[in-house]
């Protein structure tokens, strides 16, 4: 007797992304945020631009308002260091989960468990559409694969996660971003997986997704040029040492100027402590001002309020992480002007483009 069991509740449709797109649509101001925010990361990454990336924010977002006023003092931050670092806010909706737990804004905008996605897209669109607003550019992580259809046109740089960038769904999504993307090394702290992804999303590929007007349709991207590693350790080990750098660009083989290497303070390179993140960055940056010229920056978990909560405290904390523990705002300004200034010193790198 064939199995007839059947393990699907419902279904529940979406609006196709045109839908939202005209309902949301990018501001002028936006588009150009996201315009110039793309343009310096290509810029940055091939060594014409020598400014310090540095992608802070929220481990993930989880309120609105809290996005917000975060954007807007990171905003100002930009104004007042803009001459040697390039800032970019992290506006991470997505939760990658080897167990159970809140997955993010777009699946739980509520946090109740309540998997309204339609409001989380909704939300989450217009938080992005917020912060680009202020001419703050956007980073974000893309787990599901359909997601950039509704949110890619207001993110500037993109990652692909540790859990997901031996996924060849993931780098054929890659393949058709149109901004640069940062793959991260496997759990385990090797590279061959990243480098792989980065070489495979460079060409052009097809693949089964959605059009723009929700249909299932064959998409055919031209690659993405822009690939680069995003060193973020692993279980109880770093790789932002001298010794990790110079092996991982030698894998690298980057042509002549490029910075294709970007490390995150947080995850196994903070040894998953929060509070040593400043640290990181100080040895980040001692390598950077003593001639390091293929790191192109940071990444930093960043709030308005230092630490993390639990899901469930009531009232929540306005402006801490329930997610990963952050760094507060008054200590991520002062550890980005001080980077600031020590680069305004005197940093080995050229003013101009590297011949």
Known sequence: MADETNHIAAYELLEPPTAMLQRLPRSQAAATTVATGRAALRQALAGRDPRLVVITGPCTIHDAAGALDYARKL???????????????????????????????INDPHLSGSANVPAGLELARQILLGVNGLGVPCATEFLDATLPQYLADLVSWAAIGARTTESPTHQQMASGLSMPVGFKNAGDGSLSSALAAMSSAKWPQSFVGIDQEGRTAIIHTTGNPDGHLLLRGAAGQSNYSRADIAYTKALLDAGPGQRLILIDCGNGNSLKNFLNQPRVFGEVLNRITAGEQAILGVMLESNLVEGRQELGRSPLVHGRSITDGCL??????????????????????PAGPRK
Do not use: C, N
Request: hydrophobic share 50%; glycine share 8%.
């Open 75 to 105: 905003a100002a931050l930009a104004q007042r260091v803009q001459d040697k670092i390039l800032l970019v806010m992290r506006v991470y909706f997505e939760k990658p989960r080897v167990t159970v737990g809140w997955a993010g804004l």
């Open 328 to 349: 507060g705002w008054d200590a991520t300004e002062e550890l980005i002007l001080t980077a600031h200034a020590r680069l305004k010193q005197g940093s080995a790198r």
